[in-house]
Structure formats: C-alpha cells, structure tokens
C-alpha cells in the first residue's frame, strides 16, 4: 500500500488539522508494519533527511519513504512513533508539533517542526537525527 498526499499553502490554520493528519499517517504506517514486521527501521534503512519546498508538502508513508530513503520532519516522525508502536518498546509514542517559529523562506508564514513524544515527556527528533541540518 502506498498513500502520499500533498498539501499546498490555503492560508488555513494549520493546527487544526495538522495533528489528525499526524495520527493518521501514524496508524497507515503501524498497519504496514503489522503486516510487515521485518522492515528495517528508519535509521538503519538508510533513511536521510530531506527538506521539501516551503510552501509545498508531500506526506509519505513508510514504505514509500524506505523505497526513496528520504523524508521531511512528518514523513519520518510518523514513521518512527508507528515503529515504536509496533515494536512495543514505546507503546505510546506519538508525533507532536514542538516549534513554530516565522519563516521568511518562499513567502511561507511560519515554519512548522514534527518530533516523537516517548511516555514521561521525552522527545526523539528523527530528522535531526537523520541529517536536518540546524536547530528546529
């Protein structure tokens, strides 16, 4: 299976919907690992991170973003919380929206980060780890 869909600038709060696309995206990739249960992980499947557009998103999946190798901060955060998930060692690690910060880049107003939260408040941030240059 392979779901991919782009949003494009429309001046709505991202916020609103932002979290229910996280958790969606999530549960995708947690019934694909269900059903997929040796697929490498992220950080050894020779994942990297790699900026999209400003002002342009593409949404992958995990095994479209194993098939590519790369992911932007929603791509690999999705990816890694449904590892956890599957794997049982974090049974509730979720993606969150952690910064926002206002971004001149392409005209975009603000500049959105997506790490994991583990249990106890604990944050994994795959893009950094996986090659996002900078500070979120």
């Not at 999530?26 to 690992?33: E, G, P, Q």
């Not at 910060?101 to 795959?126: K, M, T, Y």
Request: charged residues 20%.
């Amino acid at each position: 299976m392979r779901v991919g869909f782009e949003i494009s600038g429309s001046g709505t709060d991202s916020r609103a919907w932002l979290q229910p696309m996280l958790d969606a995206l999530t549960a995708i990739n947690l019934l694909w690992l269900d059903a997929n249960p040796s697929a490498p992980s992220i950080y050894s499947g020779g994942v990297r991170y790699v900026a999209e557009l400003p002002g342009r998103e593409q949404w992958r999946d995990l095994p479209t973003v194993l098939a590519s190798g790369v992911g932007d901060c929603e791509d690999l955060a999705t990816a890694r919380a449904a590892e956890l998930q599957a794997r049982g060692v974090r049974a509730r690690a979720v993606p969150r929206v952690v910064s926002t910060r206002p971004n001149a880049v392409g005209g975009v107003s603000e500049l959105i980060h997506i790490v994991v939260r583990l249990p106890g408040g604990r944050i994994e941030d795959p893009s950094s780890a996986l090659g996002m240059p900078g500070p979120a």
